[in-house]
């Protein structure tokens, strides 16, 4: 097979992308291989493991990946999946001791976090443990996952927080994921602010409704609205349009941005 000459502007980067088995994560996964990067898949559930080995093995596969057939020499991984627990504290050290390997030069580039769970309940009906399981996986896995990374974040890291349009509207039924999108939009400028000195940016993506098995599960009568009322060709979003944004801001083109909010919805709301 010929060696692709197509530029790859992630090329000796690692990146860890939490919830990268499924819908958008594997996505992200997928095109920041694409873009070079080493990518390392974090998943939560014993079901999801076949799902993540396939995309290490669709990455694996990708031109730029694949071994020369001529030679013997044991190369790097180009994809790793990792089962944990983000609820769990004691994960992260792990998870990195598990990574580091993947990398040319032992750092930790990018990280998408991209884990979360929605909880759709009214007030009345919340309970303390969903809060909980809300705030410990939507805002502060992101946070230990950062603080454990940080001894190996060289200058120019990027930090990238996937936020929802939710965080700055509200839906009924939904306060528990709203108000979390919210304070992980906050963590955004807070750690921009903290890490910059060295370019490291920290940006997060306000995501839109987007076409995944996750919108299924919303009724038909709240998609019609979001579909009528986006401006961009009154459709949904697509995951390919959401990883586009996740690499440039992964890359050297958006060195300049950061402690922002990029809102990826077509229009459907506008900041």
Known sequence: MATSTAPLPLEGKLAIVTGGSR?????????????????????????STATANNIVKEISSLPHNLNNPSTTTTTTPSSLAIQADLRDPT????????????????????????????????????????????????ILAPMLLLKASLPYLPPNSRIINISSVAGRSGFPGLSLYCSSKAALEGLTRSWAAELGGNGTTVNAIACGPI????????????????????PVEQRFGTKDEVSEVVVWLAG?????VSGQTLNVSGGWTMY
């Open 91 to 138: 994960c992260f050290p792990e998870i990195i001791k598990k990574s580091l390997p993947l990398s040319p030069s032992n750092n930790i580039n990018i990280i998408v976090n991209n884990a979360a769970v929605q909880i759709g309940l009214p007030v009345s009906e919340i309970s303390e443990n969903d809060f909980t399981d809300t705030y410990t996986l939507n």
């Open 252 to 256: 050297e083109g958006s060195r300049w």
């Open 211 to 230: 076409q995944t098995d996750m919108l299924d599960t919303i009724p038909e009568s709240i998609k019609g609205r979001q579909r009528e009322d986006t």
């Open 23 to 47: 819908g958008l994560g594997a996505d992200m996964a997928l095109a920041l291989a694409k873009a070079g990067a080493k990518v390392v898949i974090i998943y939560a559930s014993q079901s």
